[in-house]
């Protein structure tokens, strides 16, 4: 009979093992030293660029002898400033909503696929992914314009233009279809880890499908619609290109806003004000989202 080579577990061999500090911390998961580098990564790339638009923004000169918070009381008392954010903030809203119309359906019909019929569903989710947000910009911008399919169609139709082009609606179509798989795709996460039998009970007790989505299928995806929600809306209001091309000269956004600030102004220290307000505003969003997510796993798992 050979004798097992671990430690009787009350011998003294088992009690230094088990208190050893190092395996510890591998067995509790507390050791932090493989996300050192990403730390410094992010340090370095994140945390330092935004501390020097921090310090920027507080500039009451151009020498940099001197600071306060005029930029900040500048911003907020212009009329203009609030409306580009209200108006970006309003924009991420709308499409995180057209989103979630569009992106529920498809998770619920991913869910009833069979295994060949699902793969095929999320290939053609990612398949648009693969190609640039820029070449898919300019092709909504063929799609929305004078000549374009939609406007072509509906003349055809006898029918007036609908001119989306260089519009909210537009610039909302545009990022929902772009931003569209950061929504399905948390989505169909969470619809398939679902247990099936939840919905056949309901069904049992005489709920109906309705009354069994809203009861039992809805709110065990909740977590992943507030994932899904932060990533488009974070998405949609820093989408400068599809914002700056879809709405064209009409429409200005935060992003387009200060680039327009630091580019052709030069006013740094405004423009530094406006980035830190944007930033914050959606870490506002982020905490938001958060205590939601959080607050429906205790609900879901109560």
Not at 49 to 71: H, Y
Not at 117 to 130: D, Y
Not at 136 to 155: C, K, N, P, S
Request: glycine share 10%; aromatic share 8%; with cysteine.
């Amino acid at each position: 009979m050979i004798a097992s080579s671990s430690p009787h577990p009350g011998s003294p061999a088992a009690s230094r093992a088990a208190g050893h500090p190092r395996r510890r911390r591998a067995e509790g998961g507390g050791d932090l030293r493989p996300a050192v580098p990403l730390g410094l990564f992010y340090a370095a790339f994140l945390a330092a660029p935004i501390l020097v638009l921090f310090v920027l923004s507080l500039a009451a000169n151009e020498t940099f002898d001197r600071f306060d918070l005029g930029r900040y009381a500048g911003f907020f008392g212009e009329r203009i400033n609030w409306i580009v954010l209200v108006d970006t903030l309003r924009l991420g809203v709308i499409s995180t909503i057209v989103c979630l119309c569009l992106g529920f359906p498809l998770a619920l019909v991913h869910a009833r696929l069979s295994p060949r019929g699902k793969a095929v569903l999320i290939f053609l989710v990612v398949l648009p992914q693969l190609t640039s947000s820029v070449v898919r910009t300019f092709a909504w911008v063929v799609i929305l314009g004078r000549q374009g399919i939609v406007d072509g169609t509906l003349v055809a139709l006898g029918l007036p233009p609908a001119g989306l082009l260089y519009t909210m609606p537009g610039v909302v179509l545009a990022l929902a279809q772009i931003d569209l798989p950061l929504m399905v795709l948390p989505l169909i996460g969470a619809l398939g880890r679902q247990d099936p039998h939840l919905k056949e009970a309901s069904t049992v007790l005489g709920a109906g499908p309705w009354r069994t989505f809203f009861k039992v299928t809805l709110p065990l995806g909740l977590p992943a619609v507030y994932a899904g929600s932060l990533l488009v809306f974070t998405s949609s209001i820093s989408a400068f290109v599809t914002q700056s091309i879809i709405g064209g000269g009409r429409l200005t956004f935060m992003p387009k806003y200060i680039y327009d600030l630091s580019s052709s102004t030069h006013t740094w220290p405004f423009a530094a004000a406006a980035v830190i307000v944007l930033l914050s505003t959606v870490l506002l969003a982020v905490t938001a989202f958060g205590l939601l997510g959080q607050a429906s796993l205790r609900r879901a798992g109560a």
